[in-house]
């Protein structure tokens, strides 16, 4: 008997699929309390992101914070997510994400 390749197995696809489910994108924006200035950006761990921008490891944003995460949304893909950045960054995108946050 050969060897089962990784993945044709009952185990080995649930795995696989779990492991698809979990890889998440998020599209978030961050608020500059002092300047009143929106930043979008994209990233694959949401909790880090708003300490990130104030320590001033992100290369748009460093020397201006604090920076408050005010939003974010999980995507599967990364494609999906720089996508969806782009849209709030044009005007109709603005307006849809001020309403949204009462802003």
């Known amino acids: 008997?050969?060897?089962i390749p990784v993945g044709t197995t009952k185990r080995g696809a649930y795995a696989s699929f779990f492991y698809f489910c979990?890889?998440?994108y998020y599209s978030y924006?961050?608020?500059n309390l002092e300047h009143h200035r929106f930043h979008y950006g994209?990233?694959?761990?949401?909790?880090?992101?708003?300490?990130a921008h104030n320590q001033g490891l992100i290369k748009d944003t460093k020397g201006t914070s604090p920076w408050a995460l005010v939003y974010h949304e999980e995507f599967l893909n990364e494609e999906?997510?720089?996508r969806q950045i782009r849209f709030y960054r044009t005007v109709a995108g603005q307006r849809h994400l001020k309403r949204k946050l009462n802003f």
């Open 29 to 31: 924006v961050v608020y």
């Open 80 to 82: 999906l997510a720089i």
């Open 42 to 51: 994209v990233c694959k761990d949401v909790t880090k992101i708003e300490r």
């Open 1 to 3: 008997m050969g060897s």
């Open 22 to 24: 979990t890889m998440a």
